[in-house]
């Protein structure tokens, strides 16, 4: 993974740290304080102006208690209601549903 | 960085990137119109001299950096820049610091420390090169020799603070709009947890 300014790089890494922090309810001063941190670092890592070392990201990992790919990836995320509600947006059936008992 | 300077004890926010570098431009401009006033009143040197270490050690750690060690235990009296040598200082705790997380440079803060210097490298060797051209044209006085030595002395009075404050300046410079100090925590969701 690289280090350093994605921008710079060429190589973005996109993550999905603002919906993770958003979900717990945490401040980007209260993540940057968990993880040893700059809180404006944690503004670079969320808008993906920043790579984060293996280091921060198996950190990030820990806190968050997900694995590294449910937090970064190469390509950017499917939103969320993309991936609940498939393609169609808010008409279409949750896939849970579909999958149930008719 | 910090998203605010003290000047006189009055704290002036500068988390715009428009207002930090107008802040260097203005820092830089007053630095050539005072040496160049200095060397135009005495044509020895001296005052100029005397410009060139004002801004180096009063002013530059306007900027931060590279700090003076009294500017090292007082936050409010630091410059914008966190210390170079920050880390280094806390392991050692040859400092008693209030605040180690203002301090202490993360791992994206020594990318870009890193990153300035090497650019600033690149400039002070241009600096250098430029004034050994000019005390001594290599190409058999192909280039006149100047008879003003004064401007070799000058360029290196200028590479003498810019070794100082160019690395400080340039993160300055480049790091975008910054976001204030205090956020809003955001509410917790409710449904659902990315656990």
């Known amino acids: 993974m690289p280090n350093g300014d994605a921008n710079a790089n060429g190589d973005k890494i996109f993550n999905r740290i603002a919906v993770l922090r958003a979900e717990r309810g945490l401040s980007r001063q209260d993540l940057a304080d968990a993880l040893d941190v700059n809180y404006q670092t944690i503004g670079f890592l969320e808008r993906s102006d920043y790579a984060p070392s293996l280091t921060l990201a198996f950190a990030l990992s820990d806190y968050f208690g997900l694995p590294i790919e449910a937090i970064f990836s190469r390509q950017p995320f499917r939103p969320l209601s993309e991936q609940i509600y498939g393609s169609n947006g808010a008409n279409s059936v949750p896939a849970s549903k579909k999958e149930g008992p008719a | ?195």
């Open chain 2, 1 to 195: 960085m910090k998203t605010h300077i003290n000047l006189f004890g009055k704290p002036i926010d500068m988390t715009s990137r428009t207002r930090r570098r107008r802040f260097i431009v203005l820092f830089y401009s007053s630095f050539a119109a005072l040496e160049a006033a200095a060397w135009f009143w005495s044509p020895n040197g001296n005052e100029a001299t005397t410009v060139m270490l004002l801004f180096t050690f009063l002013l530059g750690p306007l900027l931060g950096g590279y700090l003076n060690r009294a500017q090292y235990v007082r936050s409010e009296d630091r410059g914008l820049v966190k210390p170079f040598a920050g880390n280094e200082i806390l392991r050692r705790r040859r400092f008693k610091v209030s605040d180690p997380k203002e301090f202490r440079n993360d791992e994206r803060e020594l990318t870009r420390r890193d990153r300035a210097h090497y650019r600033a490298y690149g400039v002070l060797a241009g600096i250098i090169t430029l004034a050994l051209i000019l005390y001594d044209p290599p190409v058999n006085h192909a280039i006149p020799v100047l008879t003003e030595r004064r401007i070799v002395f000058a360029l290196l009075q200028a590479g003498y603070l810019l070794a100082f404050t160019l690395p400080a300046a340039i993160i300055i410079w480049t790091e975008p709009d910054l976001e204030p100090d205090s956020e809003e925590r955001p509410a917790a969701a409710t449904l659902s947890s990315a656990r």
